[in-house]
């Protein structure tokens, strides 16, 4: 659906930084807060390494080195269960796979799950970034009632 995606706003986006690569991550990441797939599209990546002075190769290996970008059209919900050895160790591996079947069951399909870095919330272990949105000492009651918080929220934007 690249023809939701207004090219001057990637244009508007970009003047937002000075065309530095220290600036590079920033843009990236607005851009793709921007976009109502919440995705990085191909034709995005042209307009950012000609804006940054970088090959597509360059930014696509930006893209698809950081867990945080995407290439390819998500969900509206996005669900980040950090990985790191703490969380790991938490039992976010188990806690990813419960969030997966609870949301089959509750039948909310707008929600995708991924994996991420660490989400420097070690502390709070394990968490999760819904949304943008840390979620942390993450139960399975927690995710319960995270769960049917989305799936009321979807109910409310139907039209």
Known sequence: MESE????LVENILREFK?????I???????????????????????VAKY???TRGQVFGIVTYYTMFSSKPREKNIARICKSPV???KGSTLLAEKLQ???????????????SECLGQCHRAPVMLLNQEIQADLTDEK????????????HESRP
């Open 101 to 115: 079947r609870k949301k089959e069951i509750l039948g909310i399909p707008n929600l995708v799950i991924e994996y």
């Open 87 to 89: 969380c790991h160790s």
């Open 5 to 8: 995606w207004n090219p001057t």
């Open 19 to 23: 065309p530095q690569r220290m600036y």
């Open 25 to 47: 991550l920033k843009a990236l990441h607005r851009l793709q807060d921007s976009h109502p797939q919440q995705y990085l599209p191909e034709e995005t990546l042209d307009r």
């Open 143 to 154: 995710l319960d009632e995270i769960l049917l918080s989305l799936k009321e929220n979807n």
């Open 52 to 54: 940054f002075n970088l």
